[in-house]
């Protein structure tokens, strides 16, 4: 199975911490919310799922 990261930029509050624990620079901000800006270079390693205080960004089975 494989996973895809998704976003809910309407619970994103721009705290911006998953953006500095990603270790392949994939995600910014863009009006003040997560976005998803190089999405060919995501490992899914999860990082960014683990710190995110608001639940605003996650890997999803499909």
Known sequence: MS???VTKPEWCKGCNICVAFC???VLGLENDKIAILRPEDC???????LRCPDYAIYLEEV
């Open 43 to 49: 490992i899914k390693c999860g990082q960014c799922e």
């Open 23 to 25: 270790p392949k620079q």
């Open 3 to 5: 996973k895809i990261l």
